[in-house]
Each structure stands twice: as C-alpha cells, then as structure tokens.
T-cell receptor
Framework: GQQLNQSPQSMFIQEGEDVSMNCTSS?????WLWYKQDPGEGPVLLIA?????ELTSNGRLTAQFGITRKDSFLNISASIPSDVGIYFC???????????FGTGTRLKVLA | EAQVTQNPRYLITVTGKKLTVTCSQN?????MSWYRQDPGLGLRQIYY???????DKGDVPEGYKVSRKEKRNFPLILESPSPNQTSLYFC????????????FGSGTRLTVV
C-alpha cells in the first residue's frame, strides 16, 4: 500500500532548538494531518490542514499545506522535553475517506 | 469522554492460539479501522469498516479477521497467531467523511512466542 515519505526518520536536538520535518507524496491530497504519538500511547491529532498554502499554528507548532498539494511541513519552536515522541503525517485524497500515513519522525530532546 | 477503547493493552500468547483484541468507540463513528505499527514501517492498515456489516481489507490483512456487528465495536481476530504478528496494534475511528482525521485507541502490544 502507498505510504508517504517522511523525513527525517529521527532527530536528536537540544532543548530550546527549533525542529522542522516534512512529508511528501506522489499523489495530490485534499487534507493533511499531523499526529504525535507519545511513548506507549496512540497517536493524537495536532493540526489539520484543508487548503493548499494554508499555514496553521497550535501553540509552538506550525504546519503548512504545500502549494503543490503533495507535501506538508511541521515546525516546532523552542523544543521542550515533553516534545519527545513520534510525529506522523497523514494525507487524504479527493473522494476517499482513507488516510495514508507517513513512516514517522522520531524526536528526542536532550535537556 | 469521547474515546476509543482497546483491550487488552498487553498480551503474550503462543503460536496458534486464537485471540481477539476488542475495540469500542463511544462517538457514534461510522468508520473504524485497525493498524499495526512496526519499527521503521509506520502505521499499516489491516482492515477497515465503513459501517455495520461492511468491512474490507487494508494493506496487510493476511492472518487477521474482523467483524462489525454493532456500530461501536470492531474486534480484531487472530485465528492462528504467528510470531510475525508480534506488533503494536491500534484501533481508530472517524466520522464517515474522515475530515477531522482518526481518533486512535491507546494500543495493544501483542507478543506471539
């Protein structure tokens, strides 16, 4: 089945640093979502994007729906230890209920 | 509280012994799905259901069965588990349009020895 290319696969950063990650697809999507998975838990929705070029923030998190509709970006500013986890992107194409998930970016924050 | 509830959270079993992982949601969602998560492979869909009595295969359905007899419940059945089914499993649900994404359960970590 199709999966999205998500990069980087993992990141080790110092507390206070900014983080950027992205997700690319060979298909056009109408909706992009970003999830975070804490250790031992299920993924939780962070940000939803519905329009090409859209930029949406949720606290220190900012995500963008790429203009080509084939990519999306997530930035985390001033990282803190509780940002640790796996971040997944997910895309939904036109006329479908199904979401395709990225392979995840594992983030570790060093205090 | 709106949620997806999976049981059990942890399960160790032996090869060939049938097991069922339960999933229940209290949001009146039409769509439910099962995923498995393996290192480096992300979330892969096993089966999904658009509504009661409507189920279909996802990307990795081999060795699994599901049923949807009630809207709120979507159990995952492993008739004859094998070690390659050792994984972290997630149940998810959404409204039929899926526009707000899925709500996930807390996961079931299954080990087959």
């Amino acid at each position: 089945g199709q999966q999205l290319n998500q990069s980087p696969q993992s990141m080790f950063i110092q507390e206070g640093e900014d983080v950027s990650m992205n997700c690319t697809s060979s298909s056009i999507f109408n909706t992009w979502l970003w999830y975070k998975q804490d250790p031992g838990e299920g993924p939780v929705l962070l940000i939803a994007l519905y329009k090409a070029g859209e930029l949406t923030s949720n606290g220190r998190l900012t995500a963008q729906f790429g203009i080509t509709r084939k990519d999306s970006f997530l930035n985390i500013s001033a990282s803190i230890p509780s940002d640790v986890g796996i971040y997944f992107c997910a895309g939904q194409g036109a006329g479908t209920y199904k979401y395709i998930f990225g392979t995840g970016t594992r983030l570790k924050v060093l205090a | 509280e709106a949620q997806v509830t999976q049981n059990p959270r942890y399960l160790i079993t032996v090869t060939g012994k049938k097991l069922t992982v339960t999933c229940s949601q209290n949001m009146n969602h039409e769509y439910m799905s099962w995923y498995r998560q393996d290192p480096g492979l992300g979330l892969r869909q096993i089966y999904y259901s658009m509504n009661v009595e409507v189920t279909d295969k996802g990307d990795v359905p081999e060795g699994y069965k599901v049923s949807r007899k009630e809207k709120r419940n979507f159990p995952l059945i492993l008739e004859s588990p094998s070690p390659n089914q050792t994984s972290l499993y997630f149940c998810a649900s959404s409204l039929s349009t899926g526009g707000r994404g899925y709500t996930f359960g807390s996961g079931t970590r299954l080990t087959v020895v």
